[in-house]
């Protein structure tokens, strides 16, 4: 899961005009741009932000679900969360080693998230009191997060548009069992109905915030554009997944909690009311309802591995020690 809106681009460097000009040559060409290519700073600078906020997302992401898997209603429930929230970890360390062919550690950004000066999506800040949360959550947080991350397996940069392919596969599984699960509780007792009615209530408006700021307020969103790391902007994409969710709420049932909803027939887009951006900017400030819990668990769950990494680190050199012994050997 993910949400781009609040990537701005680094813009200003110091790199010669022919550079720049050769650089943004290759991208109109939609060459990708490797590891190993010469890039401007700012090229860099950008994605290995967006890149790491992208595998921390992932990786808290995993949090309020993993909260459900001893929680789950039926085993089959229970297989699919668990798959779900594994995939969820391989995204966010396919991700972590595409920021690191850029330059950055992994030690480097999980330090950056646990100290709190990286970001990561705010969406999960908010808290899963029921199982019908995880259902919401798979149907429009991971609807949103395909929404976003589609247009990036054409992102100019090779290693990030590459991962991108396997996680989009794996997001749409993760939207589908979503779906499923709010279904079943729309189709089921009335006060399930009404479970799903109060998580759709709970997370509708937190999952439009998903795509970020309004574009009139989205810093250096253009640059982002042409360097292709994004190829469509932060309203576009909203639209996009508005007009794709309203049709599945409507087939359940479901009301989306937007009194201001109507579809508009002349244009064939669904028009949505004010979105509270106070909230929005309280909750990535920090103030969000579970922002210091989440950070909290990472933290420990960081600090319970220490011990694994070092020990696969040990093990690694003694492999490593013992290959060169025998290559010494049979010389
Ligand atoms: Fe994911
Ligand atoms: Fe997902």
């Given at each position: 899961?993910?949400?781009?809106?609040?990537?701005?681009?680094?813009?200003?460097?110091?790199?010669?005009?022919?550079?720049?000009?050769?650089?943004?040559?290759?991208?109109?060409?939609?060459?990708?741009?490797?590891?190993?290519?010469?890039?401007?700073?700012?090229?860099?600078?950008?994605l290995?932000?967006?890149?790491?906020?992208?595998?921390?997302?992932?990786?808290?992401?995993?949090?309020?679900?993993?909260?459900?898997?001893?929680?789950?209603?039926?085993?089959?429930?229970?297989?699919?969360?668990?798959?779900?929230?594994?995939?969820e970890?391989?995204?966010?360390?396919?991700?972590?080693?595409?920021?690191?062919?850029?330059?950055?550690?992994?030690?480097?950004?999980?330090?950056?998230?646990?100290?709190?000066?990286?970001?990561?999506?705010?969406?999960?800040?908010?808290?899963?009191?029921?199982?019908?949360?995880?259902?919401?959550?798979?149907?429009?947080?991971?609807?949103?997060?395909?929404?976003?991350?589609?247009?990036?397996?054409?992102?100019?940069?090779?290693?990030?548009?590459?991962?991108?392919?396997?996680?989009?596969?794996?997001e749409?599984?993760?939207?589908?069992?979503g779906?499923?699960?709010?279904?079943?509780?729309?189709?089921?007792?009335?006060?399930?109905?009404q479970?799903?009615?109060?998580?759709?209530?709970?997370?509708?408006?937190?999952?439009?915030?998903?795509?970020?700021?309004?574009?009139?307020?989205s810093?250096?969103?253009?640059?982002?554009?042409?360097?292709?790391?994004?190829?469509?902007?932060?309203?576009?994409?909203?639209?996009?997944?508005?007009?794709?969710?309203?049709?599945?709420?409507?087939?359940?049932?479901?009301?989306?909690?937007?009194?201001?909803?109507r579809?508009?027939?002349?244009?064939?887009?669904?028009?949505?009311?004010?979105?509270?951006?106070?909230?929005?900017?309280?909750?990535?400030?920090?103030?969000?309802?579970?922002?210091?819990?989440?950070?909290?668990?990472?933290?420990?769950?960081?600090?319970?591995?220490?011990?694994?990494?070092?020990?696969?680190?040990?093990?690694?050199?003694?492999?490593?020690?013992?290959?060169?012994?025998?290559?010494?050997?049979?010389?």
């Amino acid at each position: 899961m993910y949400a781009q809106g609040l990537i701005g681009a680094d813009g200003a460097s110091d790199e010669s005009e022919e550079f720049l000009a050769a650089f943004q040559a290759r991208i109109d060409a939609e060459e990708k741009i490797e590891p190993n290519d010469a890039m401007p700073e700012g090229y860099r600078k950008t994605l290995t932000r967006q890149i790491a906020q992208h595998a921390h997302s992932e990786i808290v992401g995993m949090l309020p679900e993993g909260n459900w898997i001893t929680r789950a209603p039926t085993l089959r429930r229970k297989a699919a969360l668990l798959a779900k929230v594994q995939d969820e970890g391989g995204h966010g360390l396919y991700l972590y080693a595409a920021a690191e062919t850029l330059g950055v550690s992994r030690e480097q950004m999980t330090e950056e998230l646990l100290c709190g000066k990286a970001k990561y999506s705010s969406i999960f800040n908010y808290p899963t009191p029921t199982w019908a949360d995880i259902g919401t959550i798979g149907w429009l947080v991971d609807g949103a997060a395909i929404m976003n991350q589609i247009p990036l397996c054409r992102c100019s940069f090779g290693p990030y548009a590459r991962a991108m392919i396997r996680v989009c596969k794996e997001e749409s599984f993760h939207h589908r069992q979503g779906y499923e699960i709010v279904m079943t509780l729309a189709q089921g007792t009335p006060e399930q109905k009404q479970m799903a009615q109060d998580s759709l209530d709970r997370w509708w408006w937190p999952s439009l915030m998903m795509f970020g700021p309004s574009d009139s307020d989205s810093v250096h969103s253009e640059q982002s554009m042409t360097w292709k790391i994004k190829r469509f902007s932060n309203d576009d994409l909203r639209q996009k997944f508005i007009d794709a969710t309203i049709p599945q709420a409507e087939y359940l049932g479901l009301k989306v909690p937007d009194p201001d909803m109507r579809f508009n027939e002349e244009t064939g887009h669904h028009e949505h009311g004010e979105i509270d951006w106070d909230e929005f900017w309280r909750v990535v400030k920090g103030g969000g309802k579970m922002n210091r819990d989440r950070i909290a668990d990472r933290k420990k769950a960081w600090d319970d591995g220490a011990w694994v990494r070092e020990a696969a680190l040990a093990h690694a050199e003694k492999r490593r020690a013992r290959q060169e012994a025998t290559l010494e050997a049979a010389e």
